[in-house]
C-alpha cells in the first residue's frame, strides 16, 4: 500500500510564475519529509528537506511546507525557471526505525518558456 | 562532494540471465539502497543494507538478491532475469548518525532491458 502519494503526475507552469507540487501521506509517525529532483537518465538529487517539528523550510526559490493535521505537504518553487523541469518526488521517513525512504510516485514539471 | 556510481549506464539482457548490478560509493556511508523506478509506480525499494554483510528486504525484494562484501559496494543481482524486470534501477547511499536523518545520495542509474 503506497504510504506516500502523489496524485498529480504532471504539472505544466508558466516561466516566472509559482509551480506548487503536492504530496499526501497515510502514516502520521513519519517525522521527516524530503524532496527530490530527477532529469532524465539521472539519479534523483536531494533538493530540500523538513522536520515534523518545523511547517516551513524555505531554501532560495524553493519553500516546503507540512501540515501534519491533513498529512500534507507543498513544495513551491517560486519563480519557476525553464531548468526546474523535472520529475519531482516526495519521501517520508520513519527516523527512530532506520534509514528507509518511503518514496512518493512523482509529478513530473514542465516549465513553458 | 558524494560519488555513487554503479556499473553500467545501459545494459540489454536475455531472459534467463544472470544479471548483476554494481554500485560504488566513496563515502564511508554505512547503508546503502537498491530501487527500481518505473513509470507510475515512482521509487520501489528492493532491498537495503545497514552494513557489511547485513541486508533487508524492500517493498519487492522477489527475484532479486544482494550482497554487501564490502562496506563501499552494493550488488544487485537478478537470478534469472524475466522481462518483467526491464526497468531503470537506481542504487543510493545514507549515513547513520546521532545528527541524523540523513539524506540518500543516488547514483545515475541503469537501464536494464531483458528481452
Redesign the interface.
Known sequence: DQQVK?NS?SLSVQEGRISILNCDYTNSMFD?F?W?KKYP??????LI?ISSIKDKNEDGRFTVFLNKSAKHLSLHIVPSQPGDSAVY?CAA?L?NT????Y????TSLTVIP | DVKVTQSSRYLVKRTGEKVFLECVQDMDHENMFWYRQDPGLGLRLIYFSYDVKMKEKGDIPEGYSVSREKKERFSLILESASTNQTSMYLCASSSTGPAGPYEQYFGPGTRLTVT
Not at chain 1, 41 to 46: H, K, L, N, R, S
Not at chain 1, 98 to 101: E, K, L, R, T, V
Not at chain 1, 103 to 106: A, E, K, S, W
Open positions: 502523489q503526475p521527516y524530503l527530490y537518465a539521472e539519479g534523483p538529487t536531494f528537506s518526488f521517513q527516523s532506520g534509514n528507509q525512504f518514496f512518493g510516485t512523482g
